[in-house]
């Protein structure tokens, strides 16, 4: 992606000044400038693959049993409490480990 085209993204939801500060705390224009002297542009597009995230898996009944007997059983109490919260609060992974 062209820097220009970055930096444009970001200033479509952040404020200029926030844009800067991002745009030179993240070293990017002195990447840029190193990547420009460098590196010899490539001839052909690199295409990315394409990403099907719609499939879900759901525990069946037997399946969530087993789960909490682990969790019940297991010496990782802290472990199984954040499964549970996660789970009973339906919280993604993140959300139940950035709890304090």
Partial sequence: MDTDRIRS????TLS????KQLWHCS????IMVLA???????HFKIAMPL????VTEDFNRQQIKRLLEV??????RQVADIIKIASFSSMGRMEALSLR
């Fill in 27 to 30: 070293g990017i224009p002195s």
């Fill in 51 to 54: 990403v099907d995230n719609t």
């Fill in 9 to 12: 993204k970001l200033s479509k």
């Fill in 36 to 42: 420009r002297r460098h590196i010899q542009p490539l």
């Fill in 71 to 76: 969790l019940e059983t297991t010496r990782h």
């Fill in 16 to 19: 200029p000044q926030t844009v």
